[in-house]
Protein backbone atom coordinates (compact mmCIF):
# COMPACT_ATOMS: atom_id res chain seq x y z
CA UNK A 1 0.00 0.00 0.00
CA UNK A 2 1.34 3.68 -0.94
CA UNK A 3 2.17 5.91 1.60
CA UNK A 4 1.43 9.37 -0.22
CA UNK A 5 -1.03 10.18 2.27
CA UNK A 6 -3.26 9.55 4.78
CA UNK A 7 -7.13 8.50 6.02
CA UNK A 8 -9.32 9.76 8.07
CA UNK A 9 -8.69 7.15 10.15
CA UNK A 10 -5.17 7.30 10.16
CA UNK A 11 -4.71 4.97 7.18
CA UNK A 12 -2.06 5.15 4.43
CA UNK A 13 -3.50 5.99 1.25
CA UNK A 14 -4.89 3.40 -0.54
CA UNK A 15 -5.27 3.29 -4.56
CA UNK A 16 -8.64 1.63 -5.06
CA UNK A 17 -10.47 0.40 -8.46
CA UNK A 18 -14.31 0.47 -8.41
CA UNK A 19 -15.73 -1.62 -10.74
CA UNK A 20 -19.06 -1.46 -11.82
CA UNK A 21 -21.67 -1.99 -14.76
CA UNK A 22 -24.56 0.15 -16.13
CA UNK A 23 -27.56 -1.34 -14.49
CA UNK A 24 -29.50 1.06 -12.17
CA UNK A 25 -29.77 0.30 -9.00
CA UNK A 26 -26.28 -1.41 -8.54
CA UNK A 27 -24.58 2.27 -9.31
CA UNK A 28 -25.44 4.25 -6.48
CA UNK A 29 -24.64 2.05 -3.40
CA UNK A 30 -20.73 1.44 -4.78
CA UNK A 31 -20.74 5.02 -5.58
CA UNK A 32 -21.53 5.58 -2.10
CA UNK A 33 -19.13 3.09 -0.94
CA UNK A 34 -16.49 5.15 -3.18
CA UNK A 35 -16.92 8.32 -2.36
CA UNK A 36 -16.58 7.39 1.67
CA UNK A 37 -13.52 6.08 0.66
CA UNK A 38 -12.17 8.71 -0.88
CA UNK A 39 -13.34 11.24 2.52
CA UNK A 40 -10.72 9.16 4.08
CA UNK A 41 -8.31 10.15 2.28
CA UNK A 42 -8.38 7.11 -0.53
CA UNK A 43 -7.73 7.47 -4.31
CA UNK A 44 -10.54 6.04 -6.05
CA UNK A 45 -10.65 5.42 -9.58
CA UNK A 46 -14.55 4.01 -11.04
CA UNK A 47 -14.40 1.70 -14.17
CA UNK A 48 -17.48 0.95 -16.13
CA UNK A 49 -19.67 1.70 -19.14
CA UNK A 50 -19.68 5.17 -21.25
CA UNK A 51 -22.68 6.24 -20.22
CA UNK A 52 -21.76 6.11 -16.48
CA UNK A 53 -19.50 8.75 -16.92
CA UNK A 54 -22.03 12.00 -15.79
CA UNK A 55 -23.42 9.51 -12.91
CA UNK A 56 -19.28 9.01 -12.10
CA UNK A 57 -18.41 12.55 -12.26
CA UNK A 58 -21.19 14.40 -10.41
CA UNK A 59 -20.39 12.06 -7.59
CA UNK A 60 -16.85 13.34 -7.57
CA UNK A 61 -14.85 10.61 -8.75
CA UNK A 62 -12.62 9.68 -11.56
CA UNK A 63 -14.20 7.86 -14.28
CA UNK A 64 -12.56 5.37 -16.76
CA UNK A 65 -14.53 3.70 -19.38
CA UNK A 66 -14.59 0.27 -20.85
CA UNK A 67 -12.67 -0.24 -23.97
CA UNK A 68 -12.60 -4.01 -24.77
CA UNK A 69 -16.36 -4.50 -23.12
CA UNK A 70 -19.78 -5.31 -25.42
CA UNK A 71 -21.38 -2.13 -25.84
CA UNK A 72 -24.14 -1.71 -23.06
CA UNK A 73 -27.25 0.65 -22.42
CA UNK A 74 -29.14 -0.52 -19.56
CA UNK A 75 -32.40 1.89 -21.57
CA UNK A 76 -32.32 0.27 -24.84
CA UNK A 77 -35.91 -1.32 -25.58
CA UNK A 78 -35.04 -4.79 -25.96
CA UNK A 79 -38.26 -6.73 -25.90
CA UNK A 80 -38.79 -10.69 -25.16
CA UNK A 81 -35.85 -12.96 -25.97
CA UNK A 82 -33.29 -10.06 -27.03
CA UNK A 83 -34.20 -8.60 -23.73
CA UNK A 84 -33.04 -11.96 -21.80
CA UNK A 85 -29.98 -12.27 -24.10
CA UNK A 86 -28.64 -9.46 -23.82
CA UNK A 87 -28.07 -9.77 -20.24
CA UNK A 88 -26.59 -13.24 -20.54
CA UNK A 89 -24.17 -11.70 -23.01
CA UNK A 90 -23.53 -9.06 -20.93
CA UNK A 91 -22.35 -11.26 -17.87
CA UNK A 92 -20.85 -13.53 -19.92
CA UNK A 93 -18.65 -10.61 -21.24
CA UNK A 94 -14.83 -11.53 -20.86
CA UNK A 95 -13.57 -7.92 -22.31
CA UNK A 96 -14.14 -6.10 -18.65
CA UNK A 97 -11.55 -8.51 -17.84
CA UNK A 98 -9.06 -6.95 -19.92
CA UNK A 99 -9.88 -3.87 -18.97
CA UNK A 100 -9.02 -4.35 -15.57
CA UNK A 101 -5.81 -5.96 -16.11
CA UNK A 102 -5.24 -3.16 -18.08
CA UNK A 103 -5.58 -0.62 -14.79
CA UNK A 104 -4.27 -2.62 -11.79
CA UNK A 105 -0.81 -2.22 -12.61
CA UNK A 106 -0.98 0.30 -9.35
CA UNK A 107 -3.94 -0.58 -7.41
CA UNK A 108 -4.19 -1.82 -4.10
CA UNK A 109 -7.54 -3.35 -3.94
CA UNK A 110 -10.48 -3.62 -6.72
CA UNK A 111 -13.93 -3.38 -4.90
CA UNK A 112 -16.58 -4.75 -8.00
CA UNK A 113 -19.97 -5.17 -8.28
CA UNK A 114 -20.71 -8.74 -7.45
CA UNK A 115 -22.06 -9.48 -11.30
CA UNK A 116 -18.74 -7.75 -12.24
CA UNK A 117 -17.21 -11.42 -12.73
CA UNK A 118 -14.69 -10.59 -15.48
CA UNK A 119 -13.80 -7.96 -13.51
CA UNK A 120 -13.02 -10.18 -10.59
CA UNK A 121 -11.16 -12.47 -12.36
CA UNK A 122 -8.94 -10.64 -14.02
CA UNK A 123 -8.09 -9.02 -10.38
CA UNK A 124 -7.86 -12.17 -8.74
CA UNK A 125 -5.27 -13.66 -11.37
CA UNK A 126 -3.19 -10.17 -10.88
CA UNK A 127 -3.08 -11.20 -7.03
CA UNK A 128 -5.01 -7.97 -6.30
CA UNK A 129 -7.38 -8.12 -3.36
CA UNK A 130 -10.71 -7.63 -4.29
CA UNK A 131 -13.58 -6.89 -2.46
CA UNK A 132 -16.98 -7.91 -3.76
CA UNK A 133 -20.31 -5.38 -3.58
CA UNK A 134 -23.56 -7.41 -3.54
CA UNK A 135 -26.17 -4.49 -3.83
CA UNK A 136 -29.38 -6.53 -3.55
CA UNK A 137 -30.99 -10.05 -1.63
CA UNK A 138 -28.08 -12.05 -1.29
CA UNK A 139 -30.02 -15.05 -1.41
CA UNK A 140 -31.31 -13.89 -4.82
CA UNK A 141 -27.37 -13.93 -5.62
CA UNK A 142 -26.50 -16.71 -4.53
CA UNK A 143 -29.65 -19.30 -5.13
CA UNK A 144 -30.97 -17.75 -8.25
CA UNK A 145 -28.69 -15.77 -10.13
CA UNK A 146 -25.70 -17.71 -9.81
CA UNK A 147 -27.75 -21.09 -11.14
CA UNK A 148 -29.86 -19.39 -13.32
CA UNK A 149 -28.91 -18.26 -17.37
CA UNK A 150 -26.58 -15.67 -16.45
CA UNK A 151 -24.41 -17.30 -14.19
CA UNK A 152 -24.37 -20.84 -15.86
CA UNK A 153 -23.33 -18.71 -19.11
CA UNK A 154 -20.59 -17.34 -17.33
CA UNK A 155 -19.45 -20.62 -15.67
CA UNK A 156 -18.82 -21.98 -18.64
CA UNK A 157 -16.94 -19.53 -19.95
CA UNK A 158 -14.56 -19.92 -16.98
CA UNK A 159 -16.55 -17.35 -14.72
CA UNK A 160 -17.75 -19.35 -12.16
CA UNK A 161 -19.77 -17.21 -9.80
CA UNK A 162 -19.48 -18.60 -6.30
CA UNK A 163 -15.60 -19.42 -6.79
CA UNK A 164 -14.91 -15.89 -7.79
CA UNK A 165 -16.99 -14.81 -4.58
CA UNK A 166 -15.52 -17.16 -2.19
CA UNK A 167 -11.92 -16.41 -3.61
CA UNK A 168 -12.65 -12.07 -2.36
CA UNK A 169 -11.53 -10.70 0.96
CA UNK A 170 -14.66 -9.30 1.58
CA UNK A 171 -18.20 -9.82 -0.07
CA UNK A 172 -20.10 -6.81 1.75
CA UNK A 173 -23.90 -7.15 1.35
CA UNK A 174 -25.98 -3.62 1.03
CA UNK A 175 -28.81 -4.97 2.05
CA UNK A 176 -30.60 -6.24 5.55
CA UNK A 177 -30.15 -9.48 6.70
CA UNK A 178 -33.14 -9.36 8.55
CA UNK A 179 -35.16 -9.22 5.04
CA UNK A 180 -33.02 -10.98 3.30
CA UNK A 181 -34.81 -14.41 2.78
CA UNK A 182 -31.83 -17.02 4.43
CA UNK A 183 -29.44 -15.03 4.33
CA UNK A 184 -28.51 -15.26 8.04
CA UNK A 185 -27.76 -19.14 8.36
CA UNK A 186 -24.66 -20.77 7.31
CA UNK A 187 -23.01 -17.57 5.76
CA UNK A 188 -19.26 -17.71 4.12
CA UNK A 189 -16.32 -16.44 6.83
CA UNK A 190 -16.27 -13.62 3.86
CA UNK A 191 -19.39 -12.10 4.29
CA UNK A 192 -20.48 -9.32 5.91
CA UNK A 193 -23.79 -7.31 5.67
CA UNK A 194 -23.18 -3.68 5.72
CA UNK A 195 -26.51 -2.24 5.24
CA UNK A 196 -28.53 -0.99 2.96
CA UNK A 197 -25.98 2.16 1.05
CA UNK A 198 -27.88 5.36 0.14
CA UNK A 199 -28.37 8.93 0.56
CA UNK A 200 -29.07 10.36 4.00
CA UNK A 201 -32.73 9.70 5.14
CA UNK A 202 -34.02 12.96 6.55
CA UNK A 203 -36.98 12.64 9.17
CA UNK A 204 -40.68 12.58 7.84
CA UNK A 205 -42.30 16.04 6.90
CA UNK A 206 -45.74 16.77 7.95
CA UNK A 207 -48.15 15.30 5.35
CA UNK A 208 -50.86 18.12 4.29
CA UNK A 209 -52.39 15.69 2.13
CA UNK A 210 -51.27 11.87 0.99
CA UNK A 211 -48.43 11.74 -1.66
CA UNK A 212 -47.94 8.38 -3.38
CA UNK A 213 -44.89 7.95 -5.65
CA UNK A 214 -44.42 5.41 -7.79
CA UNK A 215 -41.26 4.54 -9.73
CA UNK A 216 -40.61 1.65 -11.76
CA UNK A 217 -36.59 1.38 -11.94
CA UNK A 218 -34.42 3.67 -14.06
CA UNK A 219 -33.83 1.06 -16.62
CA UNK A 220 -35.78 -0.56 -19.02
CA UNK A 221 -37.97 -3.49 -18.86
CA UNK A 222 -40.78 -5.09 -21.01
CA UNK A 223 -44.15 -3.78 -19.80
CA UNK A 224 -42.88 -0.96 -18.35
CA UNK A 225 -44.92 1.92 -20.11
CA UNK A 226 -48.08 -0.33 -19.98
CA UNK A 227 -47.67 -0.43 -16.20
CA UNK A 228 -47.33 3.32 -15.55
CA UNK A 229 -50.38 3.64 -17.51
CA UNK A 230 -52.31 1.19 -15.59
CA UNK A 231 -51.32 2.85 -12.20
CA UNK A 232 -52.10 5.98 -13.56
CA UNK A 233 -55.76 4.91 -14.45
CA UNK A 234 -55.93 2.96 -10.53
CA UNK A 235 -55.12 6.49 -8.82
CA UNK A 236 -56.73 8.93 -11.31
CA UNK A 237 -59.85 8.63 -9.02
CA UNK A 238 -58.13 8.71 -5.54
CA UNK A 239 -57.96 11.80 -3.49
CA UNK A 240 -54.41 11.92 -3.25
CA UNK A 241 -51.28 13.61 -4.98
CA UNK A 242 -49.47 10.98 -7.09
CA UNK A 243 -45.61 11.28 -8.61
CA UNK A 244 -44.55 9.39 -11.04
CA UNK A 245 -40.80 9.43 -11.91
CA UNK A 246 -40.27 7.38 -15.24
CA UNK A 247 -36.09 7.15 -15.74
CA UNK A 248 -34.96 7.89 -18.80
CA UNK A 249 -36.13 4.76 -19.91
CA UNK A 250 -40.15 5.66 -20.30
CA UNK A 251 -40.58 9.15 -22.09
CA UNK A 252 -43.10 11.43 -19.23
CA UNK A 253 -44.92 12.98 -22.63
CA UNK A 254 -46.12 9.04 -23.59
CA UNK A 255 -48.19 9.16 -20.33
CA UNK A 256 -51.59 10.84 -19.87
CA UNK A 257 -51.39 12.28 -16.12
CA UNK A 258 -54.61 12.50 -14.55
CA UNK A 259 -55.40 15.59 -12.63
CA UNK A 260 -53.63 14.18 -9.36
CA UNK A 261 -50.33 13.20 -10.64
CA UNK A 262 -47.16 14.55 -11.59
CA UNK A 263 -45.09 12.90 -14.57
CA UNK A 264 -41.40 13.44 -14.26
CA UNK A 265 -38.26 11.95 -15.62
CA UNK A 266 -36.28 12.68 -12.79
CA UNK A 267 -36.46 14.01 -9.30
CA UNK A 268 -34.35 12.67 -6.29
CA UNK A 269 -36.44 10.24 -4.04
CA UNK A 270 -34.44 11.43 -0.85
CA UNK A 271 -36.48 14.68 -1.76
CA UNK A 272 -39.90 13.19 -1.76
CA UNK A 273 -40.06 10.47 0.48
CA UNK A 274 -40.22 12.58 3.32
CA UNK A 275 -43.41 13.45 1.96
CA UNK A 276 -44.87 10.43 1.05
CA UNK A 277 -47.02 8.12 2.53
CA UNK A 278 -46.64 4.82 -0.06
CA UNK A 279 -44.42 4.12 -2.47
CA UNK A 280 -45.24 2.16 -5.60
CA UNK A 281 -42.47 -0.01 -6.97
CA UNK A 282 -41.48 -2.71 -9.59
CA UNK A 283 -39.60 -4.25 -6.50
CA UNK A 284 -35.98 -2.63 -7.07
CA UNK A 285 -33.60 -3.51 -3.95
CA UNK A 286 -32.42 0.15 -3.81
CA UNK A 287 -35.80 2.22 -3.73
CA UNK A 288 -37.10 -0.34 -1.51
CA UNK A 289 -35.01 -0.22 1.08
CA UNK A 290 -34.90 3.52 0.68
CA UNK A 291 -38.79 3.43 1.35
CA UNK A 292 -38.74 1.11 4.20
CA UNK A 293 -35.73 3.47 5.71
CA UNK A 294 -38.41 6.47 5.26
CA UNK A 295 -40.85 4.52 7.21
CA UNK A 296 -42.99 3.99 4.17
CA UNK A 297 -45.12 1.15 3.01
CA UNK A 298 -44.16 -0.31 -0.31
CA UNK A 299 -47.15 -2.05 -2.56
CA UNK A 300 -44.41 -4.00 -5.18
CA UNK A 301 -45.83 -4.86 -8.45
CA UNK A 302 -42.56 -7.74 -10.36
CA UNK A 303 -41.72 -6.54 -13.63
CA UNK A 304 -39.69 -9.40 -14.11
CA UNK A 305 -40.31 -12.81 -12.52
CA UNK A 306 -36.83 -13.98 -13.00
CA UNK A 307 -34.85 -11.21 -11.46
CA UNK A 308 -35.26 -10.01 -7.87
CA UNK A 309 -38.30 -8.25 -8.15
CA UNK A 310 -40.78 -11.23 -6.67
CA UNK A 311 -37.98 -11.59 -3.48
CA UNK A 312 -38.23 -7.73 -2.60
CA UNK A 313 -42.16 -7.82 -2.93
CA UNK A 314 -42.23 -11.03 -0.58
CA UNK A 315 -39.91 -10.47 1.62
CA UNK A 316 -42.03 -6.35 2.39
CA UNK A 317 -45.01 -8.50 2.69
CA UNK A 318 -44.00 -11.12 4.94
CA UNK A 319 -42.88 -8.37 7.29
CA UNK A 320 -46.13 -6.82 6.95
CA UNK A 321 -44.69 -3.43 5.47
CA UNK A 322 -46.75 -3.72 2.34
CA UNK A 323 -47.92 -5.81 -0.35
CA UNK A 324 -47.38 -7.93 -3.81
CA UNK A 325 -49.71 -7.49 -6.73
CA UNK A 326 -48.74 -9.48 -10.10
CA UNK A 327 -47.80 -6.86 -12.94
CA UNK A 328 -50.52 -7.44 -14.91
CA UNK A 329 -53.20 -6.15 -12.79
CA UNK A 330 -55.96 -4.64 -13.76
CA UNK A 331 -56.38 -0.46 -12.14
CA UNK A 332 -59.58 -2.11 -10.15
CA UNK A 333 -57.21 -4.10 -7.91
CA UNK A 334 -54.56 -1.32 -7.65
CA UNK A 335 -57.26 0.98 -6.45
CA UNK A 336 -57.97 -1.32 -3.62
CA UNK A 337 -54.82 -2.48 -2.47
CA UNK A 338 -53.33 1.48 -2.34
CA UNK A 339 -56.40 2.65 -0.34
CA UNK A 340 -55.50 -0.21 2.19
CA UNK A 341 -51.62 1.22 2.01
CA UNK A 342 -52.20 4.82 2.67
CA UNK A 343 -54.59 4.21 5.38
CA UNK A 344 -53.19 3.68 8.52
CA UNK A 345 -52.72 0.10 10.12
CA UNK A 346 -50.30 -2.45 11.50
CA UNK A 347 -48.19 -1.89 7.87
CA UNK A 348 -47.20 1.39 8.66
CA UNK A 349 -45.90 0.09 12.22
CA UNK A 350 -43.96 -2.77 10.28
CA UNK A 351 -42.47 -0.18 7.80
CA UNK A 352 -41.19 1.87 10.81
CA UNK A 353 -39.93 -1.42 12.76
CA UNK A 354 -37.47 -1.91 9.73
CA UNK A 355 -37.24 2.01 8.90
CA UNK A 356 -35.37 2.53 12.75
CA UNK A 357 -33.51 -1.03 12.09
CA UNK A 358 -32.15 0.37 8.47
CA UNK A 359 -31.29 3.84 9.74
CA UNK A 360 -29.22 2.80 12.73
CA UNK A 361 -25.97 1.43 10.32
CA UNK A 362 -24.53 3.58 8.16
CA UNK A 363 -23.66 1.35 4.72
CA UNK A 364 -21.15 2.95 3.10
CA UNK A 365 -18.86 3.83 6.55
CA UNK A 366 -19.23 0.57 7.54
CA UNK A 367 -18.55 -0.94 3.95
CA UNK A 368 -15.24 1.57 4.15
CA UNK A 369 -14.23 -0.25 7.62
CA UNK A 370 -14.28 -3.47 6.17
CA UNK A 371 -12.27 -2.32 3.18
CA UNK A 372 -9.69 -0.66 5.33
CA UNK A 373 -9.71 -3.75 7.03
CA UNK A 374 -8.67 -5.81 3.98
CA UNK A 375 -6.20 -2.79 2.98
CA UNK A 376 -4.56 -3.00 6.41
CA UNK A 377 -3.90 -7.03 6.18
CA UNK A 378 -2.55 -6.82 2.65
CA UNK A 379 -0.27 -3.82 4.47
CA UNK A 380 0.98 -6.06 7.37
CA UNK A 381 1.67 -8.52 4.44
CA UNK A 382 3.31 -6.30 2.47
CA UNK A 383 5.78 -5.61 5.50
CA UNK A 384 6.32 -9.50 5.92
CA UNK A 385 7.49 -10.51 2.28
CA UNK A 386 11.13 -10.74 1.77
CA UNK A 387 12.74 -8.60 -0.49
Same mark, same amino acid.
Do not use: C, K
Given at each position: ???????????? #?????????????????????????????????????????????????????????????????????????????????????????????????????? #????????????????????HLFRRYLTAVWARGPMGLAAAVRGMRPTRLWDA????????????????????????????????????????????????????????????????????????????????????????????????????????? #???????????????? #???????????????????????????????????????????????????????????????????????????????????????????????????
Open positions: MTSAGSGARGEA #MARVLAVTWDGGGNVPPLLGVATQLVRRGHEVRVLGHAGQRDDVEAAGLAFVAYRHARPWAATDPLSGPRHALAYVALFSDRGPGRDVAAEVGDVDLVLADA #MSLAALQAAQRAGVPTVVLVARRVLVASDPVLDPGAPGSLSGNVRYVGPVGPPVRPAAVRSEPLVLVSLSTIFYPGQEDLLARLLEALAPLPLRVVVTTGPAVDPDALDAPSNAEIVRYRPHGEL #MPQASLVVSHGGHSTA #MLALAHDLPVLVLPLHPQLDHPLVGAAIADAGAGRVLPAASDPPAIRDAVRELVADGPHRGAAAAIGARLRARDGAAVAADEIEIVLRGRERASARRPL
